[in-house]
Nanobody
Framework: QVQLVESGGGLVQAGGSLTLSCAAS????????MGWFRQAAGKPREFVAG????????LYADSVKGRFTISRDNAQNTLYLQMNSLKPEDTAVYYC????????????????WGQGTQVTVSS
């Protein structure tokens, strides 16, 4: 069984930065890709960023392009999301996901999900 545990969320002022981490465990953990999604209150879950585990490809939502950076540490089975220039509209619960999606932004293609970590950006 694969487990994903997010950390690093919190409260930050607009313009600030946060780094989210997602630690993966499980004997059979060998995803093709991992991604970050977020869900704001009253809104559907949306794609934030994705990365092929080989590191050969990344994808970002237009709303975060140039401000967020996704990366992974294969040896530690850890996924990161560096978030800079945060805006109040970035406030959401952030989830990491792992699986073998053909399209990185397609949530339904990810098999494993973490519990989420809250990010709140104050204005």
């Amino acid at each position: 069984q694969v487990q994903l545990v997010e950390s690093g969320g919190g409260l930050v002022q607009a313009g600030g930065s946060l780094t989210l981490s997602c630690a993966a465990s499980g004997r059979t953990f060998s995803p093709n890709a991992m991604g970050w999604f977020r869900q704001a209150a009253g809104k559907p879950r949306e794609f934030v960023a994705g990365i092929r585990w080989s590191g050969t490809s990344t994808l970002y939502a237009d709303s975060v392009k140039g401000r967020f950076t996704i990366s992974r540490d294969n040896a530690q089975n850890t996924l990161y999301l560096q978030m800079n220039s945060l805006k109040p509209e970035d406030t959401a619960v952030y989830y990491c996901a792992a699986g073998s999606p053909f399209i990185l932004s397609r949530a339904t293609a990810y098999q494993y999900w973490g519990q989420g970590t809250q990010v709140t950006v104050s204005s």
